[in-house]
Nanobody, 122 residues
Framework: QVQLVESGGGLVQSGGSLRLSCAASGSAFSIYDMAWYRQAPGKQRELVARITSGGTTNYGDSVKGRFFISRDNAKNTVYLQMNSLKPEDTAVYLC????????????????WGQGTLVTVSS
């Protein structure tokens, strides 16, 4: 089965930058939309950014102009460049992807990573 593994989280001061990565692994699969979500304590999970296989992007209102999503299809990896970070960006950031797996059957699935914690200090 396809798995997503995030990396790049950590502690950063307000105004700083971080770059998150999410790599998909498995066999005989295709990836379509990939996205980053985040969930802060006591809050609902929210969409941060999404990118289609063709490169079309969309962003949550709170991160527009500060965060930028990109992907490397050859590496099955999606990135999130986060600039001008604010304390309210503190959250667990989760990678998400829609995939098609070809095995004994063709399966279309939504896959989530485990998440990586981003903490922004004021």
């Amino acid at each position: 089965q396809v798995q997503l593994v995030e990396s790049g989280g950590g502690l950063v001061q307000s105004g700083g930058s971080l770059r998150l990565s999410c790599a998909a692994s498995g066999s005989a699969f295709s990836i379509y939309d990939m996205a980053w979500y985040r969930q802060a304590p006591g809050k609902q999970r929210e969409l941060v950014a999404r990118i289609t296989s063709g490169g079309t992007t969309n962003y949550g209102d709170s991160v527009k102009g500060r965060f930028f999503i990109s992907r490397d299809n050859a590496k099955n990896t999606v990135y999130l460049q986060m600039n001008s970070l604010k304390p309210e960006d503190t959250a667990v950031y989760l990678c998400n992807a829609f995939v098609t797996e070809v095995g004994d059957a063709v399966r279309h699935r939504e896959v989530w990573g485990q998440g990586t914690l981003v903490t922004v200090s004021s």
